[in-house]
């Protein structure tokens, strides 16, 4: 038995610090928190200092039953949880639930996984920093008070199900005003004008007219002044300028820029970074600090010298500038500066590739560059042409890296021919084209995280996290709209002669952007009408500053809570009692035939048009498509969705119609339902579009073989080809020819596929009706009709009894209905464990 037990919280990093010590060190996972907040009460003493209520969740018991064990044999345990808020926090559970004793416990931090830092570590413990505690402790019971108490609001007031926070209820705002700025934008057009101009040399160049021209007239008119002109150039004027290279990574920026050059969502650029952490490749991954150690520094310079030449290096420290940074951090940078690639994962690889480029690129020197100014006039009217172009002198951080940019408008200016003053130019062309003003871009992932970090609301521990929140409630999600065209005119002068011509350009595209949706809307209305204060940019960003200054053990948490509660209770108090219930009800006008009101608003299974009010017993209703939203249907669409569902006929012996249903519009032939193609109008299919799609629908849909008396069916779905038996789906691999599979090749796909179900049963109580199975990643999993539980890695799901099954199932299962009516309060018991105490 090893001497010393070293404790981190996951098996990846625990894998890379073995490595590095030696036989008397024995290391261990806590796959995360082993403790947290109940999951069916509050949690949180409200009326004795917000003391909250931890306990070990099902799953994690018999982990901590492990790590009990091995704490009791060894000599001294060593705490190793990441060097963050909520890494302190881990530490400080796991020292409590191990009844570890102070002599007999060091906790260590390290900001990457590599054996200098590591023994470093090892040689310089420290004790638990309760402020650190305190500070996350504030987080966490601040975020479920306002998440407990706001959410049956919610319920009451608009529907069942919703939810509200802290930071994500913020977040929704940022988007749904975005979504009005653009929903109220009136696009303006005017023309901009270009020229072409050769000089004498014969090298073409562009220039642009400084101004646009508010009317079709106007360009026109200055375009016939220019028949006939004679150009020079009327000044030129050159002067040195220079780029800088941007500061090393922070988890923002890196967030930021993987979205821009590698199109990855802020989630997985999270996951992919924590396991290039835990692998020893680069530094901790959540920071707000642009800060490199010296030791850093000094292996960049070293690297850029040896790769590039000592003209290249320009070692520079940066500050950082956003609010409540931690300094003693460090910056995302690779361990090793040398290793310039790694033979990982793709996306892992390329992720680490542009940590590596960025780090390197901030410590080298300035790229040097010769802008050049020039001015070309006509001999017969006073408008000036500009053109504006670099030549890049010499490369400096350049040779590397170049950040990117959010704004897909921004030209890149390319170098001029050279010139001389007077010097004649030649015209090839000039276009005057029709262009319009543009909305606010929405948000994407990453430029939503640029905005909150500017308005200082959450860390960055939080912002993966709360855009996963928003999309999978449904407040928010990804655009699909591929834009609508739009025509607009360019008009051309060339050899004198003056044409136009007709175009066309794609607009409102919002495919990958964050759009709110209709629930997300309403939500977002309501909480601001009456919970001003929550939703306040201002007030969530000095929480977060109340949570720095705890960290700092400048400020009491419970003092913090208690300042926070006695005005937001009261709130939510008079809000059950006095607000009114928001359906988000938008009145769009009358019914051309009946005078009935026509309206839209939020119903029990979604977004709905109603025709006829509330007191109207003949109310009609119909589901809003799910590109529709209530805040842009016009009266005509919302009409016409009651035109829905249209008969068209009967064929083969059944009834044939069109409809609308909660996935998009559809035919109904019979027991049969085939969707409408992507785009297609409902309204226009007719009886003939519906048979061809019926009988596609049945081709597709028909047997490619029995077995054992049922049929066999094959399609393509998210996850490739496959084939349907006995309601059984099974994936078609590689190595079978999927366009032609034969009946032994059909067999043999089934057999495997019934003996893989076979394979994964642990136990089957039947008549219980439970099922213990192996999932997926070396996990296991309890099922017991809609209640699902995941099993830890450390959980032998073997050795599990029937008892203790049912006792996990029995924590997990939805309270009763009935007895969430009670209007008494129940007496809890005592809380195992309170608040984080200096000791």
């Known amino acids: 038995m090893a001497k010393n037990l070293v404790i981190v919280e996951s098996p990846a990093k625990a894998k890379t610090i073995e490595k590095f010590l030696g036989s008397d060190y024995q290391v261990e996972s806590s796959y995360g928190h082993i403790a947290d907040l109940p999951s069916?009460?509050?949690?949180?003493?409200?009326?004795?200092?917000?003391?909250?209520?931890?306990?070990?969740?099902?799953?994690?018991?018999?982990?901590?039953?492990?790590?009990?064990?091995?704490?009791?044999?060894?000599?001294?345990?060593?705490?190793?949880?990441?060097?963050?808020?909520?890494?302190?926090?881990?530490?400080?559970?796991?020292?409590?639930?191990?009844?570890?004793?102070?002599?007999?416990?060091?906790?260590?931090?390290?900001?990457?996984?590599?054996?200098?830092?590591?023994?470093?570590?090892?040689?310089?413990?420290?004790?638990?920093?309760?402020?650190?505690?305190?500070?996350?402790?504030?987080?966490?019971?601040?975020?479920?008070?306002?998440?407990?108490?706001?959410?049956?609001?919610?319920?009451?007031?608009?529907?069942?199900?919703?939810?509200?926070?802290?930071?994500?209820?913020?977040?929704?705002?940022?988007?749904?005003?975005?979504?009005?700025?653009?929903?109220?934008?009136?696009?303006?057009?005017?023309?901009?004008?270009?020229?072409?101009?050769?000089?004498?040399?014969?090298?073409?160049?562009?220039?642009?007219?400084?101004?646009?021209?508010?009317?079709?007239?106007?360009?026109e008119d200055f375009l016939n002044k220019n028949i006939g002109s004679i150009y020079k150039v009327a000044d030129l004027e050159t002067k040195p300028t220079k780029k800088s290279p941007a500061a090393p990574f922070t988890t923002s920026t890196l967030q930021q820029e993987a979205a821009r050059k590698l199109y990855l969502p802020v989630g997985i650029t999270m996951q992919l970074a924590q396991r290039l952490y835990e692998a020893g490749l680069i530094t901790y991954m959540r920071t707000d600090s642009v800060n490199l150690s010296n030791d850093a520094m000094n292996a960049a310079e070293a690297e850029i010298i040896k790769s590039y030449g000592k003209e290249f290096s320009k070692p520079r420290t940066f500050t950082t500038k956003s609010k409540g940074a931690q300094e003693a951090h460090e910056a995302i940078r690779p361990t090793d500066m040398s290793r310039h690639t790694v033979n990982i994962d793709r996306d892992q690889a390329r992720l680490y590739d542009l940590i590596w480029k960025r780090t390197l690129a901030s410590q080298m020197s300035d790229a040097q560059l010769e802008r050049t100014n020039v001015k070309i006039e006509a001999n017969n009217h006073k408008e000036l042409f500009a053109a504006t172009g670099e030549v890049l002198l010499f490369e400096g951080f350049l040779k590397v890296y170049l950040e990117g940019n959010d704004d897909d408008d921004e030209e890149q200016e390319g170098m001029l021919p050279a010139m001389k003053v007077n010097e004649k130019l030649q015209n090839n062309f000039i276009t005057a084209t029709e262009r319009y003003t543009r909305p606010p871009a929405r948000y994407t992932e990453a430029s939503l995280v640029k905005k909150l970090e500017e308005l200082g609301i959450g860390r960055p521990s939080t912002y993966a996290p709360t855009i996963s929140t928003i999309i999978n409630r449904n407040y928010v999600e990804k655009g699909n709209l591929e834009g609508q065209e739009r025509n607009y005119t360019q008009l051309t002068l060339q050899a004198g002669k003056l044409g136009e011509k007709l175009l066309k350009e794609n607009t409102g595209s919002d495919k990958g952007k964050l759009v709110p949706t209709d629930i997300g809307t309403i939500v977002t209305d309501f909480l601001v009408k009456n919970f001003e204060k929550i939703l306040d940019y201002n007030f969530t960003a000095k929480v977060e500053q109340d949570f720095d200054e705890i960290a700092e053990g400048n400020v009491n948490w419970a003092k913090m809570m208690q300042e926070f509660y006695d005005q937001f209770h009261p709130n939510v108090k008079d809000v059950e009692a006095n607000a009114e219930r928001e359906s988000g009800e938008r009145i769009l006008g009358k019914h051309p035939e009946s005078g009935k009101t026509v309206l839209v608003r939020l119903g029990k299974f979604g977004a709905m048009a109603q025709i006829g009010d509330a007191e109207d017993e003949e109310k009609k209703f119909a589901s809003l498509r799910p590109e529709q939203n209530i805040g842009t249907i016009t009266l005509e669409e919302a009409l016409n969705l009651f035109l829905l569902p249209k008969a068209l006929g009967t064929y083969q012996g059944e009834e044939v119609e069109v409809s609308l249903g909660r996935f998009g519009p559809f035919i109904r032939f019979g027991k049969v339902f085939v969707s409408l193609p992507k785009g297609e109008e409902p309204l226009d299919v007719d009886f003939e579009r519906a048979k061809v799609l019926i009988d596609e629908k049945i081709q597709a849909d028909a047997p490619i073989a029995v077995y054992k008396g049922e049929g066999v069916q094959k399609g393509t779905g998210r996850f490739g080809p496959f084939i349907k038996w006995n309601g059984i789906f099974i994936n078609v691999s590689k190595k079978y020819n999927f366009d032609n599979l034969s009946q032994s090749d059909i067999e043999e796909l089934i057999e495997d596929k019934i003996q893989k179900n076979i394979d994964k049963v642990i136990h089957n109580w039947e008549e219980e009706g439970i099922l213990v199975q192996k999932a997926r990643w070396g996990r296991s999993e309890i099922t017991k009709g809609k209640i699902k539980i995941e099993l830890s890695k450390e959980v032998d799901a073997t050795k599990l009894t029937l008892a203790e099954v049912q006792e996990m199932i029995e924590k997990k299962a939805p309270a009763k209905k009935?007895?969430?009516?009670?209007?008494?309060?129940?007496?809890?018991?005592?809380?195992?464990?309170?608040?984080?105490?200096?000791k």
Not at 127 to 147: C, E, K, P, T, W
Not at 151 to 177: D, M, N
Not at 818 to 838: D, F, H, L, V, Y
């Open 40 to 219: 069916k009460e509050i949690g949180v003493d409200v009326l004795n200092g917000f003391k909250p209520k931890y306990e070990v969740s099902p799953d994690k018991k018999a982990l901590v039953t492990k790590l009990k064990g091995l704490a009791k044999k060894a000599e001294m345990v060593w705490l190793a949880s990441d060097e963050d808020r909520e890494g302190e926090a881990i530490s400080w559970h796991l020292a409590e639930e191990l009844n570890l004793k102070p002599e007999n416990t060091k906790r260590i931090v390290f900001h990457e996984i590599t054996k200098t830092a590591i023994l470093k570590a090892i040689e310089n413990p420290r004790a638990i920093n309760y402020d650190l505690v305190n500070a996350q402790q504030a987080r966490r019971v601040l975020d479920r008070l306002v998440g407990y108490e706001l959410s049956p609001v919610l319920w009451r007031k608009i529907k069942g199900g919703l939810s509200a926070g802290r930071v994500q209820s913020v977040s929704v705002r940022l988007i749904v005003e975005r979504e009005r700025e653009i929903q109220n934008f009136n696009a303006v057009a005017s023309y901009s004008v270009v020229a072409e101009f050769a000089n004498e040399a014969g090298k073409t160049f562009k220039a642009k007219l400084p101004k646009n021209f508010n009317t079709k007239k106007e360009a």
């Open 818 to 838: 009935a007895a969430a009516k009670k209007t008494t309060a129940t007496k809890k018991p005592a809380a195992k464990k309170t608040a984080a105490k200096k």
